[in-house]
């Protein structure tokens, strides 16, 4: 979890953003942006945002994949959620690390043309490799200030 604090100031009748941190890591951070916040005598407001990164591997099927030559369309986000990114990961196949849609295809291709698959195993059914696809959705919430006398700094 990380939060972003954002500091506004009056201008005639109207509020102005005037600023908004980087994601902050540490609680003693956000009260530090906090603190020096309110000593600026031209803040009018400050905001409080939580972030939560969720990150989802589900094991698929090669047959799940999408249909090749068809543009991919991200899966639908949950509620106050962003799907800021979506790859795939062979498991049991080193490296292991994040693939497109076409990397994955490939790798699966060069997969299917060695010995194991040529000896009837089946659909990336190589013994320990698993197809994944990841999901990363952000999620963002306002949060009160109340929130900086709960937060343990670790």
């Given at each position: 979890?990380?939060?972003s604090?954002?500091?506004y100031?009056?201008?005639?009748?109207a509020?102005?953003?005037?600023y908004?941190?980087?994601?902050?890591?540490?609680?003693?951070?956000?009260?530090?942006h906090?603190?020096?916040?309110?000593?600026r005598?031209?803040v009018?407001?400050i905001a409080l945002?939580?972030?939560?990164?969720?990150?989802t591997?589900?094991?698929?099927a090669?047959?799940?994949l999408?249909?090749?030559g068809l543009?991919?369309?991200a899966p639908p986000?949950?509620?106050?959620g962003?799907?800021?990114?979506r790859?795939?990961?062979?498991g049991?196949?080193?490296?292991v690390?994040p693939l497109?849609?076409?990397d994955?295809?490939?790798?699966l291709?060069?997969l299917?043309?060695?010995?194991?698959?040529?000896?009837g195993?089946?659909?990336?059914?190589?013994?320990?490799?698993?197809?994944?696809?990841v999901?990363?959705?952000?999620?963002?919430?306002e949060?009160?200030?109340?929130?900086?006398?709960?937060?343990?700094?670790?």
């Amino acid at each position: 979890m990380t939060w972003s604090v954002s500091v506004y100031r009056r201008s005639g009748d109207a509020e102005v953003h005037e600023y908004t941190s980087h994601r902050l890591t540490s609680p003693a951070l956000v009260r530090e942006h906090v603190d020096l916040a309110r000593e600026r005598p031209w803040v009018s407001r400050i905001a409080l945002t939580e972030h939560v990164r969720e990150v989802t591997r589900r094991v698929i099927a090669e047959s799940d994949l999408p249909v090749g030559g068809l543009p991919t369309t991200a899966p639908p986000a949950p509620a106050r959620g962003v799907v800021v990114a979506r790859f795939y990961e062979i498991g049991g196949s080193l490296p292991v690390c994040p693939l497109s849609l076409d990397d994955v295809r490939e790798r699966l291709r060069e997969l299917h043309r060695g010995p194991a698959y040529a000896a009837g195993v089946s659909e990336a059914g190589h013994a320990g490799l698993r197809l994944r696809e990841v999901t990363i959705v952000d999620f963002a919430r306002e949060a009160s200030d109340d929130i900086l006398s709960t937060l343990c700094d670790a």
